[in-house]
C-alpha cells in the first residue's frame, strides 16, 4: 500500500522528490553515459511532488507558480532544503531557485 505524502510547500516553495540513480544518468546523442560527478557545479534534478500557492509580493499581488506537479526540474543543490520522509529523499526548493524545466 503506497502512503500519500501530506506535506503542502508554502508560498513559491516547491516539494522535489529525488530521482533515482537511473534516472539521474545523462545521456549525450550518442548515447555516452555522463554521470553526476561530471557536473562542474553541484546541481540535483528531481520530479516536482507538490507546489505552494505563490509569492506575495510587498503590494499584496499574488504571483502564481510556473512549475507543476510532475516536471523534472534541474535546481542548484546548496539552494535546497534536504528533508527524508519513509525513507525516500525530498528537497524544498524556492521556485525562483529552480533553474529549469526538463521536458
Known amino acids: 500500500m503506497v502512503k500519500k505524502l501530506n506535506i503542502i510547500p508554502t508560498g513559491d516553495r516547491v516539494l522535489v522528490e529525488a530521482l533515482s540513480e537511473e534516472e539521474r544518468m545523462q545521456k549525450t546523442k550518442s548515447g555516452i553515459v555522463l554521470p553526476d560527478t561530471a557536473d562542474k557545479e553541484k546541481v540535483d534534478r528531481g520530479r516536482v511532488v507538490a507546489v505552494g500557492p505563490g509569492k506575495i509580493t510587498e503590494n499584496g499581488r499574488k504571483i502564481s507558480p510556473v512549475v507543476k506537479k510532475g516536471q523534472i526540474v534541474i535546481f542548484p ?24 524545466v526538463i521536458e
Do not use: R
Open 77 to 100: 543543490e546548496f539552494s535546497a532544503e534536504k528533508i527524508k520522509v519513509d525513507d525516500k529523499e525530498y528537497y524544498v526548493v524556492s521556485e525562483s531557485n529552480i533553474l529549469a
